[in-house]
Structure formats: structure tokens, C-alpha cells
């Protein structure tokens, strides 16, 4: 199985979002074996997606929570409302959010025991540095709850807004080896966490990612909003999993 992650940022609202997903599903009508597509729209636009995608195989996800679950803590978003609004997957621990609002690793590792508790599936984000933020991000989650949680490696560099462009495959791979040894010590041997790629992710560039074995999908953030891309990414994904078909 491979995941498409559609990391929407602030780039799309609520009415072009809608157009957006019905424009995907009607790329993808009576196809069968699709990846796993989730769509990360900002917190405003997931009740109408909800309904949009209510009868589709794609997901709902979105880009950020809080760490309590309910209480007084005026303008923040809670795991449980996000599950209770549709979402099933959220994204943690983003370079945006740590650069822009100064989450640390600690504040990240609330939030995700929070979404774990909530039955969310975690896409926790690490960044360059590997080790340090994998480490404390994960401090306290429970080998039983490995199963809902995926991990991006997205180099900051690499973001299309830095301008710099997509990371090397090598360099991707040499990342997700780190990876999986920090996992393993972590959790006591190895586990089957999903590992996914970021980072100036497009249409063109897609497949050379997804064909990869060890790699199990890509998160992607300004392309996702482009019909074209979007299409030619979920194109590449059932194309790394069908080899033979399509
Ligand atoms: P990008 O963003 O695809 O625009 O590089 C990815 C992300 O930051 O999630």
C-alpha cells in the first residue's frame, strides 16, 4: 500500500477545496486498488470535505491539534473534535509549525499521545535532524499503539518554499535507514511504521520516490493543490503499486 498525503497548508479554503476533491474523484472513478489518498485541508474546510468525501474511498485528515482534548483553551482544535468532524488521520510536529509557533519536541509528543488517544492515525513529521526530534516526539507512545502512526522525513531544505528543490533518493533512503534503527530501539525491535517522503513532491517527480520498495508514500504540500500534479502523483502511487497493470 502506498499513502498520498495532500498537505494543504493555507493554500485552499473551503469552495475551492470542495472543486478540488470532486475534480480528484472524478479522476479516479471505478478505479480499484488506489493508494491511500488522505486530504489535510485547513481546520475551517473539513466539515464540507467531509461531505464531499463521505462516499469516497479518500481520507480526511488535518494538519495540526492540540494536546488537551476539551476544556478551556480558547481557539484550539482537539483530537476528538477533528475525529468527530471525520478526520481519521492528523498531521504532527510539521517544520512550519515548529519554526512559525515554536512547538518543541516536548509539546509535539503531548499532541501525539493526545491524537493516539483519540484513535487519530499520527503523521509525525521529523525534519534534517532526525534522531533528537523522532526521540522526543515519541517520548511515552506504547508499542501497541505503533499501528497508527506514520512518519515523514522532510528534509526543511527540501520544501518548495525554500526554493531549493526535491532531496536526493540516496539521501532519502540513507534517512529512512536512520529512521527505522531509531525506531527499533524505541520500541524494542523492529516495527511497521509506515515511512513516507516530503518535500517538493510533484507530478514529475512522484514516481521516482514512490517506485522505491522502502518507501511507502509522500506527503505533499504546494502540488497537492493543483489538479494536474495531485492526479499524476495518485497516478504515480497506483502505478509503484500495480507495476504490471496501468
Ligand atoms: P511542499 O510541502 O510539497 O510544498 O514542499 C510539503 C510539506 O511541507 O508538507
Not at 128 to 146: C, H, Y
Request: with cysteine.
Amino acid at each position: 500500500m502506498k499513502y498520498v498525503i495532500a498537505n494543504w497548508k493555507m493554500y485552499q479554503g473551503t469552495r475551492g477545496g470542495a472543486a478540488l476533491v470532486r475534480a480528484m474523484l472524478r479522476a479516479y472513478r471505478g478505479k480499484t486498488d488506489l493508494p491511500e489518498v488522505v486530504v489535510c485541508p485547513g481546520f475551517l474546510a473539513i466539515g464540507e470535505l467531509q461531505k464531499v468525501l463521505s462516499r469516497s474511498r479518500v481520507k480526511l485528515g488535518a494538519q495540526d491539534a492540540f494536546w488537551e482534548d476539551d476544556g478551556a483553551h480558547t481557539g484550539s482544535v482537539g483530537p476528538s473534535m477533528l475525529k468527530d468532524a471525520g478526520c481519521e488521520y492528523v498531521i504532527l510536529g510539521h517544520s512550519e509549525r515548529r519554526a512559525e509557533f515554536g512547538e518543541t519536541n516536548e509539546m509535539v509528543s503531548k499532541k501525539v499521545g493526545a491524537a493516539l488517544r483519540a484513535s487519530l492515525r499520527v503523521v509525525l513529521c521529523v525534519g534534517a535532524d532526525i534522531e533528537g526530534p523522532l526521540r522526543g516526539s515519541l517520548e511515552g507512545v506504547l508499542r501497541k499503539d505503533v499501528g497508527r502512526l506514520l512518519v515523514v522525513y522532510e528534509p526543511e531544505g527540501a520544501i518548495s518554499s525554500q526554493g531549493r528543490g526535491a532531496e536526493d533518493l540516496e539521501k532519502v533512503l540513507e534517512a529512512f535507514a536512520k529512521i527505522r534503527a531509531v525506531l527499533k530501539d524505541l520500541f524494542n525491535g523492529a516495527v511497521s511504521v509506515p515511512l513516507l517522503y516530503g518535500g517538493s513532491v510533484d507530478g514529475e517527480n512522484a514516481y521516482t520516490y514512490l517506485r522505491e520498495d522502502a518507501i511507502d508514500g509522500v506527503l505533499v504540500g504546494s502540488a497537492s493543490v493543483k489538479i494536474h500534479h495531485i492526479t499524476d502523483i495518485i497516478g504515480a502511487a497506483l502505478r509503484a503499486m500495480n507495476p504490471r497493470g496501468l
